[in-house]
T-cell receptor, first 114, second 114 residues
Framework: SQTIHQWPATLVQPVGSPLSLECTVE??????LYWYRQAAGRGLQLLFY??????ISSEVPQNLSASRPQDRQFILSSKKLLLSDSGFYLC?????????????FGPGTRLTVT | KQEVTQIPAALSVPEGENLVLNCSFT??????LQWFRQDPGKGLTSLLL?????REQTSGRLNASLDKSSGRSTLYIAASQPGDSATYLC?????????????FGTGTQLKVEL
């Protein structure tokens, strides 16, 4: 069976500090991977998606970047955090092997920028 | 641009009641629609996925319907239980565009009271 991991679960960082959030998927190959952000009182916003190693698409201009160094690893980064980067970050995957492309989400990382 | 709206934003019902959550979307050219459940501080759990060619999907006490032409979906929960308390999100995937991107509604926060 497939599982998705995210860490850390919670993070408190000062403004201007760097960020690295990690997501890994087990039990599937060549998944599509996604980073979403859920800000307080707002819906989920797609930040990045990846259809393969090194292939990253950005949905909105922002202070964040993403990388996919391995097939089942997706990393969200920032060089200098802003207060507006606070939120709940969710990683998700879907598989091209199944046409339905149902998305499955990880447990999330709660980021607070102070 | 696809917009997804969920009504009501919040709902409180007594245990045992049947209830309906609504989701509407502006672009009817969708590939599929997915309903999720989110518990406080947690990731999303996929409940049901309806392909654009389908009219409904059922899982236990949950039934989701899709009327693509009118841009609407409903999630019916039968015999509600306190454990059903959560935020329910719908999301649509458009036919066009790469990466299997989902557009989410802002959710309905459900509370089932004893």
């Amino acid at each position: 069976s497939q599982t998705i991991h995210q860490w850390p679960a919670t993070l408190v960082q000062p403004v201007g500090s760097p960020l690295s959030l990690e997501c890994t998927v087990e039990g599937t190959s060549n998944p599509n991977l996604y980073w979403y952000r859920q800000a307080a009182g707002r819906g989920l916003q797609l930040l990045f998606y990846s259809v393969g190693i090194g292939q990253i698409s950005s949905e909105v201009p922002q202070n964040l970047s993403a990388s996919r160094p391995q097939d089942r690893q997706f990393i969200l980064s920032s060089k200098k955090l802003l207060l507006s980067d606070s939120g709940f970050y969710l990683c998700a995957w879907s598989t091209q092997a199944i046409r339905v492309h149902e998305q499955y989400f990880g447990p999330g990382t709660r980021l607070t920028v102070t | 641009k696809q917009e997804v709206t969920q009504i009501p934003a919040a709902l409180s019902v007594p245990e045992g009641e049947n209830l309906v959550l609504n989701c509407s979307f502006t672009d009817s050219a969708i590939y599929n629609l997915q309903w999720f459940r989110q518990d406080p501080g947690k990731g999303l759990t996929s409940l049901l996925l309806i392909q654009s060619s389908q009219r409904e999907q059922t899982s236990g006490r949950l039934n989701a319907s899709l009327d693509k032409s009118s841009g609407r979906s409903t999630l019916y929960i039968a015999a509600s239980q306190p454990g059903d308390s959560a935020t329910y999100l719908c999301a649509v995937r458009l036919l066009t565009g790469g990466g299997n991107k989902l557009t989410f509604g802002t959710g309905t926060q459900l509370k089932v009271e004893l």
